[in-house]
């Protein structure tokens, strides 16, 4: 059995380096979905996460999936101006973010994995595959995939059948989208019967949908839980989001969660004017989280968790 490291865009780590991980962000995204929401600039991305690093952060997992405008060459330049390290994501998203006739929505499934495949061991197209470009010598860590409200569309079925046989060849974890935190069980029942341990999944913005029972369930079939909206008001208090954590921990669930603040938009980053901004895990909800479950757990969330739910085979 080979040694686990976790693959960021400048090389494989031993997990144990990662260190405090946002489990979920994004650094450079594009989507139909998001009119107007987009954000590419390496300058500000590298002011943004500056500051973070600042506050004590030193791993972001960027999950901005293949064609909604990866950036592995700015990835690289982050990493290399702020010292964060920065695990990169290939595989796909829910249905909504992919126009009519885009390549995605049309490739079988053997494509569809053949991409994530090469993305994982050889490096990451740096256009959305959309062209002959040469790979970027950034290799993603993580697969991505995502569902629908309700329901797992064919499409989005057949992209996360892909995503099981790339985790197949390359034992990367498989990092799932819930829309609203629906669909669970569903997307755990399907992963696994095509072969994908438990604990090599891990189920995105659960938090949506704060439902303690529910993800005490969940995960106590030995999924990863992520929890991604501190600081988004508009979804609800802050306060609540501490409340979920709490109970989880209190229900013998503490090792099965990961924290990450989905910046997905503009909006969200004070870099572009905006905000909670990137610095608010660390500088924020981290201090909070720490006078109501200990430090202890705290760190086992940030740190533990982390560097076992996005370890994988060399
Ligand atoms: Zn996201």
């Known amino acids: 059995m080979t040694e686990a490291v976790v693959v960021t865009v400048l090389g494989p780590i031993a997990p144990a380096l990662l260190g405090a991980t946002d489990a979920h962000d994004h650094l450079f995204l594009r989507s139909p979905a998001l009119p107007g929401q987009d954000f590419d600039d390496a300058g500000r991305a ?16 960027e999950v901005t999936p293949i064609g909604l405008g990866r950036r592995p060459d700015r990835m690289r330049s982050v990493s290399e ?10 595989g796909y998203h829910r249905d909504a973010h992919y126009p009519q006739n885009h390549w995605v929505r049309e490739a079988p499934v053997d494509l569809l994995a053949k991409r994530i495949v090469t993305d ?7 256009e959305d595959w959309l062209t002959e470009a040469p790979l970027d010598p950034a290799r993603a860590g993580v697969i991505k995939a995502g569902a629908s409200y309700q329901h797992i569309s064919p499409l989005e079925e057949r992209r996360l059948v892909a995503a099981a046989i790339g985790h197949r060849e390359t034992g990367a974890p498989i990092l799932v989208h819930t829309e609203i935190g629906t669909c669970a069980h569903q997307i755990v029942d399907l992963l696994t019967r095509e072969g994908v341990r438990p604990n090599r999944i891990i189920l995105a913005h659960l938090d949506r949908n704060p439902d303690l029972e529910l993800h005490a369930e969940v995960a106590a079939r030995g ?12 979804y609800r208090p802050d306060s609540q989001l ?7 921990v209190n229900a013998g669930q503490g090792d099965r969660m990961l924290l990450g603040l989905d910046l997905g938009q503009r909006d969200y980053f004070r870099a572009y004017g905006g905000g909670p901004g990137l610095t608010y895990l ?25 560097a076992r ?6």
């Open 282 to 306: 660390m500088d924020t909800f981290v201090p909070r989280l720490r006078t109501r479950i200990g430090d202890e757990a705290v760190q086992g969330i940030l740190v533990a968790n982390a």
């Open 242 to 248: 501490l409340d979920l954590i709490d109970g989880m």
């Open 46 to 61: 590298i002011e943004e996460v500056g500051d973070a690093v600042r506050g004590g952060l030193h791993a972001i997992v």
């Open 309 to 314: 739910a996005f370890a994988m085979p060399t």
């Open 81 to 90: 101006a702020t010292g964060v390290h920065v695990v990169a994501a290939t």
């Open 120 to 126: 994982l061991k050889e490096g990451m197209h740096p």
């Open 223 to 234: 999924v990863m839980l992520e929890y991604d909206t501190p600081g988004r008001i508009k």
